[in-house]
């Protein structure tokens, strides 16, 4: 079902940008990034990805109401992929399947029940499958290069095997963790905290989980910056939603340096590259994705 959008005049400009390229390194500057509005009124927005023919994929994720996962493609039209979805988080899309997460859920994760599940979705078929259940609250997902998902929550990092074996715990143990970005080698994940009032970034070697991960900090935030999901670029650099701060801002893991790329976004919740180098797409609970492009 297609329902129309409130759609800024970036959408004709941005149609060919959207694919399944991502996160070719930008340019080193700190200057701000120009925004534009892509799309509004799309209800509360907790993620995107890329769904690899042209178009966004978007979790709404309302608080009284069942969310769902939809469709924004670059003529401005959105469709319901998915109804009736309890508070989808994190997507991963492989082969034409997206995955996602549900139960992300402010309420899921007072009380700690194990009622978050891994679900799919056959993008072209619309058949609907459940990978993996009994998880609290997750919400951030990756994919590994070994075919594994790992979900992000506020006990740390939970690994949904690919072979369809129960999760597991996989780093981070006992960590409140939101935001989760493979760097392009496939060698380390990065994971940002979410409730921390200093955010910091930690980079864990799928190689070997185990071992005590690096971490940067991000200073000078906000009083209570709320970091959510993240993204990474070519150079290992990553690029973070402030959500309470309304910032986007990019940690340079080599030196440690952070910039403010965007600011006065309204509660952005997860930042993904687009197919064109140096456009990042922002959503937001407000129901908004932006563009971000740099100077």
């Known amino acids: 079902m297609l329902r129309s959008l409130l759609v800024g005049a970036a959408v004709a400009v941005l149609a060919p940008l959207w694919g399944p390229g991502a996160g070719t390194a930008a340019p080193s500057s700190c200057e701000p990034w120009a925004m534009t509005t892509v799309a509004h009124g799309l209800g509360s927005l907790e993620n995107l990805a890329l769904d690899g023919r042209g178009g966004l994929l978007l979790s709404q994720n309302n608080l009284v109401v069942p969310g769902s996962l939809d469709s924004l493609d670059p003529s401005g039209q959105v469709s319901t992929v998915v109804a009736g979805v309890d508070s989808p988080g994190g997507i991963v899309v492989r082969d034409r399947v997206a995955y996602f997460v549900t139960g992300d859920s402010t309420w899921a994760a007072l009380p700690g029940g194990p009622t978050g599940t891994v679900d799919a979705v056959d993008l072209d078929t619309g058949a609907r499958w459940t990978v993996a259940r009994g998880l609290v609250a997750p919400n951030g997902l990756a994919g590994l290069p070994s075919g594994d998902l790992v979900v992000s929550g506020r006990t740390g990092l939970t690994l949904v095997p690919a072979s369809g074996s129960a999760p597991r715990p996989y780093a ?54 709320v970091p959510d999901d993240l993204a990474v670029d070519s150079d290992g650099r990553v690029y973070i939603a402030l959500n309470f701060a309304g910032l986007v801002v990019r940690l340079d893991t080599a030196t440690g340096q952070a910039c403010t790329l965007a600011s006065g976004l309204t509660t952005p919740t997860s930042v993904r590259f687009g197919s064109e180098r140096d456009v990042l797409y922002v959503s937001s609970f407000d129901g908004t994705v932006t563009s971000l492009r740099p100077p």
């Open 172 to 225: 981070l143990d006992g960590v409140a963790v939101n935001g989760l970005g493979l760097d392009p080698s496939g060698r380390w994940l990065y994971v940002g905290t979410s409730v921390d009032p200093v955010p910091s970034v930690y980079r864990v070697d799928v190689t070997d989980p185990g071992a005590p991960p690096q971490r940067w900090t991000i200073p000078d935030a906000g009083l209570f910056p």
